[in-house]
Nanobody, 122 residues
Framework: QVQLVESGGGLVQAGGSLRLSCAAS????????MGWFRQAPGKDREFVAA????????YYRDSVKGRFTISRDNAKNTVYLQMNSLKPEDTAVYYC???????????????WGQGTQVTVSS
């Protein structure tokens, strides 16, 4: 069992930055690939970024490439999402999730946090 708690969301103007954190507790954090997903009102949940257990591989959705960076600190049991050059269309609830394999598919993630709201004003 893994418990995930996100933090760092908030209200920011377009062009601004936020850094989301996701703290994990429970079973060994370093055995899981980690992902970030988001869900805007009235829309399906969508993949944002993922990172492998040992930092080697990362995936991003096309619309955030060059603006968002996923990273992790296994010593702190934490995964981060640095979001720069934010746009109003990035507004959503952001969730972190844990999976045994690196994947962009949400139903392959076994554990989820409660989400943190990110709102980007124009």
């Amino acid at each position: 069992q893994v418990q995930l708690v996100e933090s760092g969301g908030g209200l920011v103007q377009a062009g601004g930055s936020l850094r989301l954190s996701c703290a994990a507790s429970g079973r060994a954090f370093s055995t899981y690939a980690m992902g970030w997903f988001r869900q805007a009102p009235g829309k399906d949940r969508e993949f944002v970024a993922a990172i492998s257990r040992t930092y080697i591989s990362t995936y991003y959705r096309d619309s955030v490439k060059g603006r968002f960076t996923i990273s992790r600190d296994n010593a702190k049991n934490t995964v981060y999402l640095q979001m720069n050059s934010l746009k109003p269309e990035d507004t959503a609830v952001y969730y972190c999730a844990a999976s045994l394999g690196l994947t962009t598919t949400d139903n392959e993630y076994a554990y989820w946090g409660q989400g943190t709201q990110v709102t980007v004003s124009s």
